[in-house]
């Protein structure tokens, strides 16, 4: 079968007012969101300044700048750059919930009713912050928002590819408890794909999953794979890590065996189409093989990856 996306180009339509609000009105579940993506401008510089952190020199310096610099990436590194610099502002538990609740109040306006949120705990704790303080702040926003707006949540903890697989397996470590406890429902793979083979973390995926199964609980098993990286990226997830999920996988459809595993497997994929147009990933949605994708029956999920990106 040949898995190669169509060459017709993407037909952008006008929406129109009663398109618009049948979207809006429609109900969503979003699986595909990094928490940390979603610090607006406005809070990142509040909490920069309550919290005494000084940002980079060469970091925009104020609002209207960053917006600006949001416009103008030109890979998933040059978006990385500006979202770890953001990470440093969160340090206490009220920053991370007010991190999820600006998050939720803007998207239970458009329809959410259930989210599954990335979070990148080594990019606190490697600055002394207490796993703990991330969770409770995270889950006190979430436990609000269910009891508020019926919105349900899932909380997956994504190990960064780009540090050393010890550092990731002490992040294992750490979390142990709140997995043990159920707290944490998923493990996740995230950050710069290459050059970072999936089967690099084939121990921490095993050491994670033995924690869960050890108290009979049922850890979900998710990896980034295929945006930046080939589909081998993808089949050696699926191989080494033993994950029911991939995020974005975008290039999966260039192996044909592949593409049939998926659909065989019926393995999702949270595909991002607007993040990789912003990330330059492709100039364009219509290069997406989303039409390859829906024909083989594999699930596709599509969702913005991160705040306006």
Do not use: W
């Not at 929406?15 to 969101?33: A, D, G, I, R, S």
């Not at 019926?266 to 990330?279: D, G, H």
């Amino acid at each position: 079968m040949n898995c190669k996306p169509s060459s017709s180009q993407y037909i952008k339509h006008e929406l129109t007012p009663q398109m618009y609000n049948f979207l809006k009105e429609l109900p969503k579940c979003e699986h595909h969101l990094h928490i940390e993506g979603t610090l607006e401008p406005e809070l990142l510089f509040t909490l920069a300044k309550k919290n005494s952190v000084t940002l980079p020199n060469d970091f925009p310096r104020s609002i209207q700048e960053l917006k600006s610099k949001y416009l103008t990436f030109t890979d998933l590194q040059s978006f990385l750059d500006l979202y770890y610099v953001g990470c440093n502002v969160l340090i206490t538990e009220d920053d991370f919930y007010e991190l999820a609740m600006d998050y939720f109040n803007k998207v239970s306006k458009q329809g959410l009713k259930h989210a599954e949120i990335f979070f990148d705990p080594q990019s606190h704790t490697s600055r002394g912050i207490d796993i703990n303080t991330i969770y409770n702040g995270l889950n006190k926003a979430c436990l609000e928002i269910n009891e508020k707006q019926g919105i349900t949540t899932k909380v997956i903890m994504c190990l960064l590819r780009h540090l050393p697989v010890d550092e990731c397996l002490s992040t294992i470590d750490l979390a142990s408890d709140l997995i043990r406890e159920n707290k944490i429902h998923g493990l996740g793979l995230d950050s710069s794909e290459k050059p970072f083979p999936p089967e690099l973390f084939k121990e921490c995926y095993s050491k994670a999953a033995a924690v869960s199964a050890n108290v009979n609980n049922n850890l979900r098993l998710t990896a980034h794979a295929g945006e930046e990286g080939g589909p081998d990226y993808v089949s050696n997830s699926l191989k080494h890590l033993n994950v029911e999920r991939i995020d974005h996988g975008i290039n999966s459809y260039k192996d044909d065996l592949l593409m049939n595993e998926l659909s065989s497997r019926k393995i999702l994929l949270t595909v991002c189409p607007l993040s990789n147009v912003r990330l330059k990933v492709v100039k364009d949605v219509g290069e997406l093989p989303l039409d390859t994708t829906t024909q083989l029956y594999i699930l596709d999920l599509v969702g913005p990856c991160k705040n306006g990106v």
